[in-house]
């Protein structure tokens, strides 16, 4: 079965210092991957998306994500955190066609 | 920019309450989609609608029915809500996948507390 893994639940931050969030997928083919992230009390807002090509993505707000096949994995990433940024992220996946499968999300908190 | 609007964001219910949940979008799209969301478990699709009076069950139908009598509109209804229903609520569209998987865009989301 198709599913989406995010490892983490929560993590935490200083403000400046950089971040990783991690994606694992489970699929045969090649799927098309997403990025949301969810501010307190709103819907989710795409932040990158990856269909094909090059494998380092660049989103909005300064996040991008690198896909890599050999670990089924589409990490996303930020350089240096602003508190601006303590939010909910999630990954998800689709195989081509009109529905996604979303992980469970990452709780991120930046510390000042 | 698209824009996904719910007619709620915040809903109190008593059990087994008929409740509607609205949802409308402006951008034309095909398809549009009915997610609930609880802590730790993410997005889990209940119904997703791929054209006008058109209906596709998710992961998680039971309890929950769907309406779409028009393109931009699409309706999700608890014929008698429990308390394992309190949850947030998404709606989402997207247009119709072509050569790639097409990107969805979520309203804000409807809070539902059910007593």
């Known amino acids: 079965a198709q599913s989406v893994t995010q490892p983490d639940i929560h993590i935490t931050v200083s403000e400046g210092a950089s971040l990783e969030l991690r994606c694992n997928y489970s699929?045969?083919?090649?799927?098309?991957l997403f990025w949301y992230v969810q501010s307190p009390g709103q819907g989710l807002q795409l932040l990158l998306k990856?269909?094909?090509?090059?494998?380092l993505v660049q989103g909005i707000k300064g996040f991008e994500a690198e896909f890599k096949r050999s670990q089924s994995s589409f990490n996303l990433r930020k350089p240096s955190v602003h508190w601006s940024d303590a939010a909910e992220y999630f990954c998800?996946?689709?195989?081509?066609?009109?529905?996604?499968?979303f992980g469970a999300g990452t709780i991120l908190r930046v510390k000042s | 920019d698209v824009k996904v609007t719910q007619s709620s964001r915040y809903l109190v219910k008593r059990t087994g309450e008929k409740v509607f949940l609205e949802c409308v979008q402006d951008?034309?799209?095909?398809?549009m989609f009915w997610y609930r969301q609880d802590p730790g478990l993410g997005l889990r699709l209940i119904y997703f609608?791929?054209?006008?009076?058109?209906?596709e069950k998710g992961d998680i139908p039971e309890g929950y029915s769907v309406s779409r009598e028009k393109k931009e509109r699409f309706s999700l209804i608890l014929e008698s809500a429990s308390t394992n229903q309190t949850s947030m609520y998404l709606c989402?569209?997207?247009?119709?996948?072509?050569?790639?998987?097409?990107?969805?865009?979520f309203g804000p989301g409807t809070r539902l507390l059910v007593l």
């Open positions: 989402a569209s997207s247009s119709r996948a072509r050569e790639y998987q097409e990107t969805q865009y």
């Open positions: 699929y045969g083919a090649t799927p098309y």
């Open positions: 990856y269909f094909s090509g090059d494998t």
């Open positions: 998800a996946v689709g195989l081509g066609g009109n529905k996604l499968v």
């Open positions: 951008m034309d799209h095909e398809n």
């Open positions: 609608s791929y054209d006008v009076k058109m209906k």
